[in-house]
């Protein structure tokens, strides 16, 4: 799988089931929410004005997904509503295309611009690494089958790492539940 | 980092905090446990002993390891205990050596022995898949940072995927809380 088949296979609607673990604290939140992800071509405004924003030739962008979240988390027998949408881009690296930069409208816990890091390994796990002088995150995404998502994130902030999450993603509309369609899994094929 | 490596950094005694989602029933359950690992070395007596109970030639192990857990589970407000112990042996492939066999005393929710697979990616992401008629396993565990291990696990019955899990792994007996010691994250610096 190529990073713009990755993005492809993204699109659509999806049922995100999310745990939090706070690492000191060693406690859990849930969470759930809807996700839409649509892909947004090379040459769309919403691409362009983003490539604007960061000061990057709009032609070095290969492609850009919109993602949208409604959705609740309960913490501590509160339960809290949050809603939201990122505009991410990809800028390959003109040698490497399978990692680049990835272009953010919205960073991490944050609403100021942040460029992160994207890159696909040959197992088909795409890793996003975002990185300033006060925080450090990392995502790992992948298919366990092209209706079964998974996500997992860990944020460090200058005492450590603090919070280790995982979203297991199943997409709305298909068969329920998910089924595994390939006879071989994508990481033992790949060596074999 | 070679396969070995790998679980030489896994020997030792750990904190893991376990979150199982539910994926048809849309709920989670939270753990905690204490995991031991110790490494064994091809010629150690557990080893030769699994490698005989598979009627695999013990001169074909790498190297082994023995795990053992003790910990509670909380499932719609009751407590469970779970304790066990499992080893594994690995067999790697003649010409790969960071793919091949993984012998368990015990199978995935079975007492019976089961033969799976490993592969530890370019990434340093290790992929363990265990699948018979029944049922279809697939860990995935990386080290954010020496002192932190992430572990995720997805199990497939008959009717499909039905459960995602994510184990944040401590040290324990490390300074707390685990600090990111490289400067470069591994999934990129092996790209770059």
């Known amino acids: 799988m190529d990073i713009k088949e990755f993005f492809e296979q993204s699109a659509g609607k999806w049922f995100s089931q999310r745990t939090s673990q706070h690492?000191?604290?060693?406690?859990?939140?849930?969470?759930?929410?809807?996700?839409?992800?649509?892909m947004l071509a090379a040459d769309d405004p919403e691409v362009i004005k983003l490539c604007q924003q960061y000061h990057i030739d709009p032609k070095l962008a290969l492609c850009g997904t919109k993602i949208t979240w409604d959705g609740t988390i309960?913490?501590?027998?509160?339960?809290?509503?949050?809603r939201g949408a990122n505009v991410l881009v990809l800028i390959p690296d003109s040698d490497k295309p399978h990692q680049g930069k990835l272009l953010r409208s919205m960073g991490?816990?944050?609403?100021?611009?942040?460029?992160?890091?994207?890159?696909?390994?040959?197992?088909?796990?795409?890793?996003?690494?975002?990185?300033?002088?006060?925080?450090?995150?990392?995502?790992?995404?992948?298919?366990?089958?092209?209706?079964?998502?998974?996500?997992?994130?860990?944020?460090?902030?200058?005492?450590?790492?603090?919070?280790?999450?995982?979203?297991?993603?199943?997409?709305?509309?298909?068969?329920?539940?998910?089924?595994?369609?390939?006879?071989?899994?994508?990481?033992?094929?790949?060596?074999?």
Do not use: H
């Not at 040959?122 to 998974?150: G, H, K, Q, V």
């Open 23 to 38: 690492l000191e604290f060693r406690q859990a939140e849930n969470g759930k929410s809807t996700i839409v992800m649509e």
């Open 108 to 192: 991490y816990g944050k609403k100021t611009a942040v460029v992160s890091r994207y890159a696909l390994g040959r197992d088909d796990i795409l890793t996003l690494i975002a990185e300033d002088e006060t925080m450090y995150s990392e995502d790992r995404i992948w298919f366990a089958s092209p209706n079964l998502r998974m996500r997992t994130n860990i944020l460090k902030n200058s005492d450590g790492f603090n919070q280790a999450s995982l979203c297991s993603e199943i997409r709305l509309g298909a068969a329920s539940p998910p089924q595994k369609v390939e006879e071989t899994p994508s990481a033992i094929r790949f060596y074999s």
């Open 74 to 82: 309960v913490w501590d027998k509160t339960q809290q509503q949050q």
